[in-house]
């Protein structure tokens, strides 16, 4: 860019400055000459007709195993009492050959001993689940 500072007759005058916008003129048209061919360019293709397909969308989404502990540390597989922790391992190790593979959740009662909670715990980890969580109760509006 260039400047022009003062007056032409070399005198002390007064001081005038002005930004030369030529060359950023100049710059932005070839800028814009360069675009304009190379547009057309990238638009065309290969003329092709495609075929129709129907889009289904696959559902993959697997069950979720809700076990159940009461106070008293009986254990329920979606509402069906479980009479061991044998039969209990069983039923975990058969749906941990699933694909994919069901999220088991936990509802602990809150006055249960952690004994009870911790073996079912243990247990789907011997059974190789992957995927363990614990059903809470959110705490009501205003608590806290």
Do not use: C
């Not at 069906?80 to 044998?86: A, F, I």
């Not at 749906?95 to 249960?112: F, N, S, T, Y």
Request: no cysteine.
């Amino acid at each position: 860019m260039a400047m022009t500072v003062g007056a032409d007759s070399g005198g002390e005058e007064e001081v005038t400055s002005a930004i030369n916008t030529t060359p950023l003129v100049d710059v932005m048209l070839v800028l814009l000459i360069i675009f304009l061919i190379t547009i057309p360019v990238v638009t065309h293709t290969v003329p092709v007709k495609l075929p129709d397909d129907r889009n289904q969308p696959t559902v993959t989404k697997p069950r979720n195993i809700n076990i159940s502990i009461n106070k008293d540390g009986d254990v329920y597989w979606n509402e069906q009492l479980v009479p061991d922790n044998q039969t209990l391992l069983k039923k975990l190790e058969a749906i941990a050959v699933e694909k994919p593979q069901p999220e088991v959740l936990i509802r602990g009662d809150r006055d249960a001993r952690y004994e009870y909670i911790g073996r079912v715990v243990f247990d789907a980890q011997r059974a190789s689940i992957f995927k363990i969580g614990f059903i809470t109760q959110p705490q009501p509006r205003g608590a806290g």
